[in-house]
């Protein structure tokens, strides 16, 4: 793929024109490059709201609350599913007059806009169709650190009269910190990579268009395999900095209980 990268190619031609570091320049030149690089931030913003509230629900349904196991099977149901049938459920639900824009219509809001049609909503709407999906992940990881956090630590910290913010602050969150350190990495290279759900939903119009979906495009649809092997090895890149910079934010050490 790398090697491919430096070429102009087309898939068929058996020779391949050596363009040097062009194909990089154009990444980084092309207004319809850049552009879906912008489409990336609504996902990112999306995961970082589904880690904020998986964090919340693991807290919450981690200690004794009533029908707790019903409430994980809830919120961890969706991971399971497979994205192409959750990618088609949504087109119902978001399409004109279905199941949203009904569930509105109840609540008295009767002027809605085109979920996935319109430029400045569409984004939006795939982006809380991929929280919805993904947020199970999170949720069982959370679930399962704070889990193993011993009781005694919550039972000295009651003695002491701590408050359920303080036991989040100072119990929770430092004894997770590598999990939420991973879950992070795993959002933010997510949310560069998604593909499925705005493809199936969409198929990039509208300005949903992301960085894979064009580099698929740009590769197998207009058939210019040079470019499209400089994007892939451009997005590989930018996972790679990330997981650096992820390995020096959250060092591979146990977190220290305040």
């Known amino acids: 793929m790398i090697s491919?990268?430096?070429?102009?190619?087309?898939?068929?031609?058996?020779?391949?024109?050596?363009?040097?570091?062009?194909?990089?320049?154009?990444?980084?030149?092309?207004?319809?490059?850049?552009?879906?690089?912008?489409?990336?931030?609504?996902?990112l913003a999306g995961a970082i709201l589904q880690l904020v509230l998986a964090?919340?629900?693991?807290?919450?349904?981690?200690?004794?609350?009533?029908?707790?196991?019903?409430?994980?099977?809830?919120?961890?149901?969706?991971y399971l599913v497979n994205g192409v049938a959750i990618g088609i459920a949504f087109l119902f639900f978001f399409r004109p007059d279905g199941t949203l824009d009904v569930l509105l219509g109840i609540l008295g809001f009767t002027d809605t806009p085109l979920w996935l049609g319109d430029r400045e909503v569409a984004n939006y709407s795939l982006a809380a169709t991929s929280v919805w999906?993904?947020?199970?992940?999170?949720f069982v990881l959370f679930l399962g650190a704070i889990q193993s956090i011993p009781e005694e630590i919550y039972e000295a910290a009651d003695l002491d009269g701590a408050t359920g913010w303080h036991k989040v602050r100072h119990i929770i969150v430092p004894a997770i910190s590598q999990i939420i350190g991973?879950?992070?990495?795993?959002?933010?290279?997510?949310?560069?990579s998604v593909f499925e759900i705005p493809f199936i939903m969409t198929g990039g119009a509208n300005g949903t268009e992301t960085f894979v979906i064009k580099t698929v495009d740009t590769a197998f649809k207009f058939r210019k395999f040079g470019l499209g092997s400089a994007m892939a090895v451009v997005l590989l890149l930018f996972v790679v900095i990330i997981s650096v910079v992820q390995k020096k934010l959250f060092p591979e050490e146990k977190g220290d209980l305040v």
């Open 182 to 192: 991973l879950s992070l990495i795993l959002a933010i290279s997510g949310a560069l």
């Open 4 to 43: 491919y990268s430096f070429t102009s190619w087309d898939g068929l031609d058996p020779e391949m024109k050596n363009v040097g570091w062009d194909n990089y320049v154009r990444i980084f030149t092309r207004p319809e490059i850049l552009r879906v690089f912008l489409v990336s931030t609504y996902y």
């Open 55 to 78: 964090l919340y629900f693991a807290v919450i349904l981690s200690f004794s609350t009533r029908f707790r196991n019903f409430f994980k099977g809830i919120l961890f149901f969706p």
């Open 133 to 138: 999906r993904y947020m199970g992940l999170n």
